[in-house]
């Protein structure tokens, strides 16, 4: 089993700065591409920002040039820097990872989401 833990959420003013990370635990043997997604109330999750192992990035067009997702893969964690926010960034940010796990096959995991709030 997997367990991932976020952190870095919170309350930040337009055109402010947070930093989110999210660190995998457990009986972990490889770990592929690493991810966040985000849900606004009332919308559907979306996809903002991904990185494989190899260490290849992609973004939500609406992010590109403000967030920056990057990972260590000595800690099992993934970051997502997110500048110059805007009141449309506000949402609960999920990580998510494909992880080769202690059951022997690739497996799916979400952390537990954490809320980032744009607003002044």
């Known amino acids: 089993q997997v367990q991932l833990v976020e952190s870095g959420g919170g309350l930040v003013q337009p055109g402010g700065s947070l930093r989110l990370s999210c660190a995998a635990s457990g009986s972990i043997f490889s770990i592929y591409a690493m991810a966040w997604y985000r849900q606004a109330p009332g919308k559907q999750r979306e996809l903002v920002a991904t990185?494989?192992?190899?260490?290849?990035?992609n973004y939500k067009h609406s992010v590109k040039g403000r967030f920056t997702i990057s990972r260590d893969n000595a800690k099992n964690t993934v970051y997502l820097q997110m500048n110059s926010l805007k009141p449309e960034d506000t949402a609960v940010y999920y990580c998510n990872t494909d992880v080769f796990d202690g059951s022997l096959r690739r497996n799916d995991y979400w952390g537990q989401g954490t809320q980032v709030t744009v607003s002044s």
């Open positions: 990185i494989t192992s190899g260490g290849s990035i």
